[in-house]
Each structure stands twice: as C-alpha cells, then as structure tokens.
C-alpha cells in the first residue's frame, strides 16, 4: 500500500525567506508524486508532478521538488515566500496503476509574514 | 482547460435526508473521484470510478453510495444524511493510468453542512 507522510502541519515563514515542505512517501513500486496547492474555499491546484522524467522537476509559481529514491523524499522549496504563496499544500501519491488514485497526505498550511 | 464542475458550493441538509452530490467534467476522463477534506485530516477518498458504471470503494465508503451513468458525470449520494457527513466534498478527475497524465484535476468543493 501506498502512503505519504507531510512532516509540519504548519510552516511560517517571513516573505523573501525559503519555503521548504517536507514529504516522505511509501511505495512498493516506482511512484508519481505530486503537489498540490488549495487556497481557501477553492480545489485543488497541481503545483508539481514527478513521473520519473528529471529528478527535479520544476513547478509553477516559482515552485520546484526534488526526488530522493534513497531518502524516499519529494520536498517542496521555493526561494523566496511572497504574501500570495499563503495556502494549504498537499503532497499525493499514485503508481499509476489500473484500479488506483492518488493517495494524499494530510496537507501543509503555510503562513507567510511580512 | 480541463473542468470540473460541482452541483453546489454551498449546501444545508437536515439529519436523516439523502443528499445527491453532482460531479461533471468536461475532457473525456476515465477516472473520477470523490475525497472528502477535514480539517488535520487531509483529503480521504470515498469511492472511485474508472469507467461508466465502474466503481471502486475507497478509504471511507460508509454511509455513502455513487453512480456513474454517464462518462462525464459522477454522483456521490448520502442515503441517509449525518452530522458526521459535515464536511468538504471534492471531487476529481483523470486519464487512464498508465500514461504520465495521471495527475487529478479538482472541482471547486462542495461545503456541506448537516443539521
């Protein structure tokens, strides 16, 4: 079974510092990973996706991740936080497999101040 | 752009009525999905499909049902409506697996309340 794990459930940072979101996940077999981003009462919005391509993979936004078999690792960074980045962040996972969905973690909330 | 629309953004039933939820979308998708959000929850999945009259059970299917008759339409339908069914609804939807665009596109949410 497939699993992702979000470490912080709440990040802040001050705008123009890093963003850095952490997920780990768990598959038996060569995985997707995406990220999404929710602002508030809206969908979900793609970020990001890996589909075993280039193992850093840019997103929109500013957004980039890196995939880390060893460290079975997809974080989400950005250089520098603006006001607008403030949102909730959901990393997900698929093996791209008949008879599955994305399996999602419980979300990131990040905060930014300025 | 690839939509996905929902019935409702907004709805207030009372305990004990059945809820019909509704779900289109408009690029061909085979798969479909119905997530409910919490808050410290995440999204968890109630049921899926990946074809017309297909349906596949998720994390939480209790006190749910769905149907799917057509393609481009997905239901997700509450027999007989609880407070614990308080909650965001969303639903998605996706190419067939086995192709890189397994990514799920999101409606805008359904925020239902039960009373």
């Known amino acids: 079974a497939q699993s992702v794990t979000q470490l912080g459930s709440h990040v802040s940072v001050s705008e123009g510092a890093l963003v850095l979101l952490r997920c780990n996940y768990s598959?038996?077999?060569?995985?997707?990973l995406f990220w999404y981003v929710q602002y508030p009462n809206q969908g979900l919005q793609l970020l990001l996706k890996y589909t075993s391509a280039a193992t850093l993979v840019k997103g929109i936004n500013g957004f980039e991740a890196e995939f880390k078999k060893s460290e079975t690792s997809f974080h989400l960074t950005k250089p520098s936080a603006h006001m607008s980045d403030a949102a909730e962040y959901f990393c997900?996972?698929?093996?791209?497999?008949?008879?599955?969905?994305?399996?999602f973690g419980k979300g990131t909330t990040l905060s930014v101040s300025s | 752009d690839v939509k996905v629309t929902q019935s409702s953004r907004y709805l207030v039933k009372r305990t004990g009525e059945k809820v019909f939820l509704e779900c289109v979308q408009d690029m061909d998708h085979e798969n479909m999905f119905w997530y409910r959000q919490d808050p410290g929850l995440g999204l968890r999945l109630i049921y899926f499909s990946y074809d017309v009259k297909m349906k596949e059970k998720g994390d939480i299917p209790e006190g749910y049902s769905v149907s799917r008759e057509k393609k481009e339409r997905f239901s997700l339908i509450l027999e007989s409506a609880s407070t614990n069914q308080t909650s965001m609804y969303l639903c998605?939807?996706?190419?067939?697996?086995?192709?890189?665009?397994?990514?799920?596109?999101f409606g805008q949410g359904t925020r239902l309340t039960v009373v």
């Open positions: 998605a939807s996706s190419f067939a697996r086995g192709t890189a665009n397994t990514e799920a596109f």
């Open positions: 997900a996972v698929s093996d791209g497999q008949a008879g599955t969905a994305l399996i």
């Open positions: 598959s038996s077999v060569p995985p997707y």
